[in-house]
């Protein structure tokens, strides 16, 4: 039951942006089911004070694209959605529910996944190409039998948190860049048959109480360990 605020007719790429403060009295809905040939895109943006995003998938539903603004700051609350989205971050992005498809970083952008959070993809977790900053307390997952925890493709900070849990089918963290940090407090593993826990060609810190752990390997790379 319930008032509907905003109902967007499907079959158009429909938008609906968000300011930080916003309120809506009832659902928003984007038109568009998830995995439509018509796709509807949910953009926080920025108004110069950090925003926070309650009921995603029940209030605000029918949005495939999720988006975070560059200069924008969101926490997601405990919500839950599935796979088949596609979540950028642009930004600075809190997560705090369950989020089922990859939160992908765009530049300088940050992610933190609190320890009542999980994010999972049968592929990659957490993708980023450029550098970003990943803070994990919670547990962040690519399930499949190639799958990745968290991907870095260029320099950036993964920081497990105690209680962290990162877990990739093949590989829990790969760091490509050179300048890429990786601290760990937590655990990070390779499940299965997995390659490794964590694979980096930057510097790998391994606090006390951290653990990582890989089928064939703990960390690989050409990268250094401390």
Known sequence: GGATAVALSAGYA???IVDAG???????DGGNAVGALASSTLELTSTGSAGTLASLGSQF?????????SGAAWTLTADTIGAGYTIVDSGTLTNAGTLGSTVTLGSSAQLTNTSTARISDTLIGVY????????NAGRIQGTGASGIGVSLLGDGNVSNQSGGIIVGGNIGISAVGTG?????AGLVTAGGSGLAGISSNGTVVNQIGGTIDGAQYGVTGTGSVV
Request: charged share 10%; aromatic share 6%.
């Open 61 to 69: 539903t029918h949005f495939a694209n999720i988006t975070v603004d």
């Open 180 to 184: 890429a940090v990786v601290s760990n």
């Open 14 to 16: 429909n938008r609906v």
């Open 22 to 28: 916003a309120t809506f009295i009832g659902r928003v």
């Open 128 to 135: 980023a190409s450029s550098t970003a900053t990943v803070v």
